[in-house]
């Protein structure tokens, strides 16, 4: 039989392979971080390809590496409504099956934060007393799905120089500044000139992306607008084209009726606005 001594030095001679093996069955972020994308970039929640698949995957392969839930960002703005009603909670439920997907092959899950764009609601003329309780409504429904909310011009007031400096010289391409008319036409009630609207509108967005990335430099931007609109978004995030209220439907529900059916078809179902 073996004497004490030579036990001792194969049991040390053991312990190092038996280490190995439990590092190696360890799953690998980048094969998580694939798991997660998977999960959610689909075609039941995006209504077309993301900005930058890459930048997207680092995004979230970052997330996952680091154990933390992968954060996204999302605007939230105002329409004539003051009570938030049956479309504000079926695309709260349907941004929260997003995330159940994401929790469902990784344990932190996903942070979404909705950017509440009172900016946009002052351009639009809504007062401050009809802003607040709209968007608090939207801030409880929120809480009971594990969602943050903050408001835009609070993101200004935080910024620094350089968002507050963006350039104003920038134009809008005759695309982009035909979807924001067609908006204002709308919306825009500061002067019978809705072409005044979408400038001021698109001179706010060029400020308020810049405060956006430095808020939330390593986020994923959810966008019910589609990629036509790509230059009113953070440029330096990667942003996730999707649905607003279940697959084929893209309008706000901020801008649909109170008791709308999200089963109803309609004549554009992915028909944007912008504000």
């Keep these: 039989m073996p004497g004490a001594a030579a036990v001792a030095d194969a049991s040390k001679r053991a312990a190092p392979a038996r280490f190995k093996v439990k590092i190696a069955a360890k799953p690998d972020a980048a094969v998580i971080a694939g798991k997660v994308l998977r999960s959610f970039n689909t075609w039941s929640f995006k209504r077309e390809q993301p900005s930058d698949p890459a930048l997207l995957l680092r995004v979230v392969t970052e997330a996952v590496a680091a154990h933390e839930a992968v954060p996204f960002v999302l605007y939230w703005g105002k329409g004539p409504r003051h009570d938030a009603g049956a ?4 695309c ?7 995330t159940s997907r994401i929790k469902a092959v990784h344990a932190p899950g996903a942070a979404l934060r909705l950017i509440l764009t009172d900016t946009h609601a002052a351009l639009n003329g809504h007062t401050e007393e009809n802003m607040a309780h709209y968007f608090g409504g939207i801030e409880r429904l929120a809480a009971k799905r594990d969602m943050t909310v903050c408001r835009m011009s609070r993101l200004l007031a935080a910024a620094d120089d350089a ?4 350039s104003l010289a920038d134009c809008a391409s005759p695309e982009t500044l035909d979807a924001l008319v067609a908006s204002a036409t709308k919306w825009y009630r500061a002067s019978a000139d809705p072409h005044e609207g979408a400038l ?3 001179h706010m967005n060029m400020i308020e992306r810049r405060a956006v990335e430095q808020s939330f430099p390593r986020s994923v931007f959810v966008t019910f607008n589609g990629s036509k609109l790509r230059s009113l978004f953070p440029e330096r995030l990667p ?3 999707m649905y ?6 893209a309008v706000k529900p901020w801008f649909l009726p109170a008791e709308f059916d999200s089963n109803a078809e309609l004549n554009d179902p992915t028909h944007h606005d912008a504000a």
């Design 200 to 202: 001021k509108y698109y």
């Design 163 to 166: 968002a507050m400096q963006e």
């Design 244 to 249: 607003s209220l279940r697959r084929g439907l």
């Design 92 to 98: 709260l439920d349907f941004l929260a099956a997003l």
């Design 239 to 241: 942003i996730f084209y």
């Design 87 to 90: 479309p504000e909670v079926q």
